[in-house]
């Protein structure tokens, strides 16, 4: 069975966005300093890597990582492949057949790029908040990006996050789609249970549909 692991991994040094704490990951028992086994420790923000968003964190009050839906989570889902480099738009997006797509993961410059093993780049390619509502009229339920955020660095007030959580699309954001190739396949992407937390770190992977 052909698995893609599109999760990129979590490590000191790693890009995060601007504001957010570095990975500080340690050894707090060591087998070589004697103890009986190895004990890691780790401080990392909850928006590092591989992560969803809940709702709460763009909406004060809204619900943490448990009240996003697990059958959301996992299912059928779509790689398509985004050519322009700095932009996600809503008429390139519409270029692609959408019909019935209930997950979206977005492929761009960002995952060939390999964002993840570089210092952060604010000119990343991002979402248009165009795109953002087409998304939404298209009907997708949970959006799939390679980099950090659906917005871009510069972007103010962050217009795709705040178009997208209220409505209920689950947000999956920092993605390593080099090795998914566009078409369909089966997502699983399932968060740490934070309860009532702004965002979880997730293991995501594809299985090619047919």
């Not at 990129?8 to 060591?30: C, T």
């Not at 299912?75 to 019909?99: F, K, N, Q, Y």
């Amino acid at each position: 069975m052909t698995i893609i692991d599109i999760t990129v991994p979590i490590q000191e040094g790693m890009p995060v966005w601007p504001g957010d704490p570095v990975p500080e990951i340690r050894l707090h028992l060591s087998i070589a300093a004697g103890d009986g086994v190895n004990v890691s420790v780790a401080r990392i923000g909850l928006h590092t890597g591989t992560h969803i968003d809940a709702p709460s964190h763009f909406i004060e009050g809204a619900g943490g990582i448990e009240t996003v839906p697990l059958e959301a989570l996992a299912g059928p889902a779509r790689v398509i492949r985004i050519e322009d480099p700095g932009r996600i738009t809503a008429d390139e997006l519409l270029e692609h057949d959408l019909s019935g797509v209930v997950r979206l993961l977005i492929r761009t410059r960002n995952s060939a790029e390999r964002w993840w093993e570089k210092p952060f780049d604010p000119a990343f390619c991002h979402m248009t908040p165009e795109a953002g509502r087409a998304l939404l009229d298209a009907g997708v339920r949970l959006l799939g990006v390679d980099s950090l955020s659906v917005d871009g660095a510069e972007s103010e007030g962050e217009p795709v996050h705040r178009t997208l959580l209220p409505a209920g699309v689950v947000l999956l954001e920092g993605l390593n789609l080099l090795e998914a190739a566009p078409g369909d396949y089966e997502l699983i992407a399932l968060p740490a249970l934070f309860r009532g937390r702004d965002a979880a770190p997730v293991r995501a992977i594809l299985r090619p549909l047919g």
